[in-house]
């Protein structure tokens, strides 16, 4: 218990919101868009220091604007939600310097907040193109899934706004500029994080409980691994034999083991695997038509944070739910299915 404790407290997260411009299709870009869909404009964060269950102390917001060099005409639909014009995009810092006084406002050991992953692809992409490492703070949380599962017990994806909603939170900005996002959401990231705390005292021993060290993961395991299987007639053959690929870690290739096995979630088949050095793995099939109208299987898997793979086992106890089980392999009766 204590050293649970202490690995707790005292915890800073860090909440990053970003606003990004697009390229506009008819103006042709200087750079792929494929390699950088969205160019930083702005850049906020706030910081959230938990002391202990009920101890939480918010720091005043950093904002900086970023001169984007890429895409400096306005997209329409992006300057629609955060009321910006082309103008506008003539000020700022160079994203150079903007990062490293958003690292210096980070400081050193905290966990990386954000809302949904896009920031962080996001902020990935633009990192690379500066030619900057796009190695990341080890730690990271996504707030979204986290408020899901402790405030409503869902995997649906809700908006800042209705998260804020829920608990109630007063509003006294618009959203959509890059330091009144992070605030709100650090402020749904302490209401969530008091409802962690008041579930963990009763429901701690429970199964399905998931402690909050399961939503931190290393935003730098993005490694996947990707296979084909040979092509057959029909899709429930390349399904199948798409699913008797031995699987191995993409990082330290030791053979994975099953956490929970292939079953059918319509066209999908979805399981979740174990590294014993580097945690969990999902992996998902589906089968892909050739030009001759036949089949193969195209799998992958990739890291799975507590609650990517709380998503699958749902999934999955959902389908259980419902008409007797999901499709499993060897089952005789699964021929009919789909
Ligand atoms: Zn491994």
């Not at 697009?22 to 950088?36: A, F, G, H, N, R």
């Not at 749904?188 to 409802?195: A, G, R, T």
């Not at 699987?247 to 079953?263: G, H, M, Q, Y």
């Amino acid at each position: 218990m204590m050293s649970e404790q202490k690995e707790l407290f005292p915890t800073t997260f860090v909440v990053l919101d970003m606003e990004w411009n697009q390229p506009i299709p008819y103006i042709p870009s200087p750079v792929d868009p494929k390699t950088l869909p969205g160019e930083i404009i702005e850049i906020g964060a706030v910081k959230l220091r938990m002391n202990s269950e009920k101890d939480f102390e918010l720091s005043r917001p950093l904002r900086l604007t970023v001169r984007p060099i890429y895409y400096r005409v306005m997209n329409r639909q992006v300057s629609r939600v955060i009321n910006k014009s082309t103008n506008d995009l003539k000020c700022g810092l160079p994203f150079q310097e903007a990062y490293r006084l958003f690292m210096d406002f980070c400081g050193e050991d905290y966990v990386l907040c954000a809302w949904g992953d896009s920031d962080i692809s996001i902020l990935r992409s633009n990192l690379k193109i500066h030619g900057l490492s796009a190695e990341m703070n080890e730690r990271f949380m996504d707030i979204q899934p986290f408020f899901g599962k402790v405030g409503e017990n869902t995997t649906m994806q809700r908006s800042v706004n209705y998260a804020v909603d829920f608990y109630k939170i007063p509003q006294t900005d618009d959203f959509h500029s890059a330091d009144k996002d992070a605030w709100y959401e650090a402020l749904v990231l302490k209401e969530s994080l008091i409802d962690y705390f008041s579930m963990k005292n009763t429901e701690e021993k429970t199964e399905g409980f998931i402690p909050l060290s399961s939503y931190i993961s290393n935003p730098n395991l993005t490694m996947q691994f990707r296979w084909k299987s040979d092509v057959f007639p029909t899709e429930k053959e390349a399904d199948e034999k798409a699913e008797q690929e031995v699987l191995r870690c993409p990082i330290c290739n030791e053979k994975l083991v099953a956490d929970l096995p292939w079953f059918s979630s319509g066209h999908t088949h979805l399981s979740l695997w174990k590294c014993s050095q580097h945690g969990l793995l999902a992996g998902k099939i589906r089968a892909k038509r050739t030009p001759d109208q036949k089949y193969y299987g195209a799998g992958q898997i990739r890291f799975a944070n507590a609650s990517a793979a709380w998503y699958v086992k749902e999934k999955w106890q959902s389908l259980s739910e419902v008409g007797g089980g999901p499709e499993r392999k060897n089952d005789p009766e699964a021929e009919e299915c789909d």
